[in-house]
């Protein structure tokens, strides 16, 4: 058997009869060989692979967009890369550049903030497609999907201040970072209307990736002379913090520290149904997401950005201290 032949078989190319390519796969299989897909990529140009990059992959929030985004991409038959930035800008670029010599023909990047900015440039000029899932940059324009985070804040604080409370603090992330902005803005928003006033006090940033720093944050809070009597936090990785520091300074919740957060913990939710959040479709994210950047790479859309706003359910389970619901 030429070695043309088996090329051809191997790169699925025509002009060989059904016995040669039956005899080829039969000893490609015996030999267990693996075809070298990034020589072929970069031979034909195209390598068959999409990168996800995402700031926190332990964040089951950014673990179901993977799922999703692998789901969509595996069916259209694309791999997929996954890069853990873990919140830190040059790790994310380091990766940005990585995916740029891998030839990658799309990324999905979840950026670290808005400094992210040079590296999606980085993306564009080198003509590489890609989507901002969950973040948007500060005055860069692209297609992005995102959650209502000013709108589902609102509605957490709102809650909270319909059980009465009116010390209510906000333990956040960076506000580099967009959906911190918002949701910081949809907390102000829903106490100005309730006529509320804003303490600065009461908003202690943190990380979103380190549940340590939130806990610290928390204390502090719970230091203050008039403590808050509810915190909203960030999202399900900050809370893990808030409640370490309740359960350290003994303070029972929801009895004496309400308690809400951005973004459902689903497979701890089913077995202790505790938290009340405001859930994100994060799987869908993922789906669209990869959807949008198809068409990209198909060449079905024109240069118009697209976003895409997923709408967040509000959850009510025993940590704020209301009757239990399920959303509609």
Same mark, same amino acid.
């Given at each position: 058997?030429?070695?043309?032949?088996?090329?051809?078989?191997?790169?699925?190319?025509?002009?060989?009869?059904?016995?040669?390519?039956?005899?080829?796969?039969?000893?490609?299989?015996?030999?267990?060989?693996?075809?070298?897909?990034?020589?072929?990529?970069?031979?034909?140009?195209?390598?068959?692979?999409?990168?996800?990059?995402?700031?926190?992959?332990?964040?089951?929030?950014?673990?179901?967009?993977?799922?999703?985004?692998?789901?969509?991409?595996?069916?259209?038959?694309?791999?997929?890369?996954?890069?853990?930035?873990?919140?830190?800008?040059?790790?994310?670029?380091?990766?940005?550049?990585?995916?740029?010599?891998?030839?990658?023909?799309?990324?999905? %990047? +979840?950026? @670290? #903030?808005?400094?992210?900015? !040079?590296?999606? $440039?980085? *993306?564009?000029?080198? &003509?590489?497609?890609?989507?901002?899932?969950?973040?948007?940059?500060?005055?860069?324009?692209?297609?992005?999907?995102?959650?209502?985070?000013?709108?589902?804040?609102?509605?957490?604080?709102?809650?909270?201040?319909?059980?009465?409370?009116?010390?209510?603090?906000?333990?956040?992330?960076?506000?580099?970072?967009?959906?911190?902005?918002?949701?910081?803005?949809?907390?102000?928003?829903?106490?100005?209307?309730?006529?509320?006033?804003?303490?600065?006090?009461?908003?202690?940033?943190?990380?979103?990736?380190?549940?340590?720093?939130?806990?610290?944050?928390?204390?502090?809070?719970?230091?203050?002379?008039?403590?808050?009597?509810?915190?909203?936090?960030?999202?399900? %990785? +900050?809370? @893990? #913090?808030?409640?370490?520091? !309740?359960?350290? $300074?003994? *303070?029972?919740?929801? &009895?004496?520290?309400?308690?809400?957060?951005?973004?459902?913990?689903?497979?701890?939710?089913?077995?202790?149904?505790?938290?009340?959040?405001?859930?994100?479709?994060?799987?869908?994210?993922?789906?669209?997401?990869?959807?949008?950047?198809?068409?990209?790479?198909?060449?079905?859309?024109?240069?118009?950005?697209?976003?895409?706003?997923?709408?967040?359910?509000?959850?009510?389970?025993?940590?704020?201290?209301?009757?239990?619901?399920?959303?509609?």
């Amino acid at each position: 058997m030429s070695p043309m032949t088996v090329s051809r078989v191997i790169n699925e190319s025509a002009g060989v009869s059904a016995e040669a390519r039956r005899r080829v796969q039969a000893s490609i299989s015996r030999l267990g060989y693996v075809p070298n897909r990034l020589a072929r990529g970069l031979i034909q140009r195209k390598t068959a692979a999409l990168s996800v990059i995402v700031p926190d992959v332990a964040n089951p929030f950014f673990t179901f967009i993977l799922r999703g985004a692998e789901d969509v991409a595996w069916r259209a038959g694309y791999h997929v890369i996954l890069c853990d930035t873990q919140g830190d800008l040059e790790r994310e670029r380091g990766y940005v550049e990585d995916m740029l010599a891998f030839r990658v023909e799309g990324v999905l %990047i +979840a950026p @670290v #903030g808005d400094r992210s900015r !040079a590296h999606v $440039r980085l *993306l564009k000029r080198n &003509g590489v497609p890609f989507v901002l899932i969950d973040r948007g940059i500060d005055g860069f324009e692209g297609d992005l999907v995102q959650g209502d985070s000013v709108g589902g804040a609102r509605r957490l604080v709102e809650h909270l201040i319909g059980l009465g409370h009116t010390r209510i603090a906000m333990v956040t992330e960076s506000s580099e970072v967009s959906t911190a902005r918002d949701r910081q803005r949809g907390y102000r928003e829903a106490l100005e209307d309730a006529d509320i006033p804003f303490d600065p006090r009461l908003v202690a940033e943190s990380s979103a990736i380190d549940p340590e720093a939130a806990r610290q944050s928390t204390l502090r809070l719970l230091e203050l002379p008039d403590r808050p009597t509810a915190v909203f936090a960030v999202n399900n %990785i +900050a809370v @893990v #913090g808030v409640v370490e520091a !309740a359960r350290e $300074r003994r *303070l029972e919740i929801p &009895g004496e520290l309400a308690l809400v957060c951005f973004d459902d913990i689903e497979h701890v939710s089913r077995l202790y149904p505790f938290l009340t959040v405001m859930a994100q479709p994060a799987e869908t994210y993922g789906t669209i997401a990869t959807q949008l950047l198809l068409d990209r790479l198909y060449g079905r859309v024109s240069e118009r950005r697209r976003i895409v706003v997923l709408p967040p359910d509000l959850i009510v389970r025993a940590s704020s201290g209301a009757s239990i619901t399920t959303p509609a």
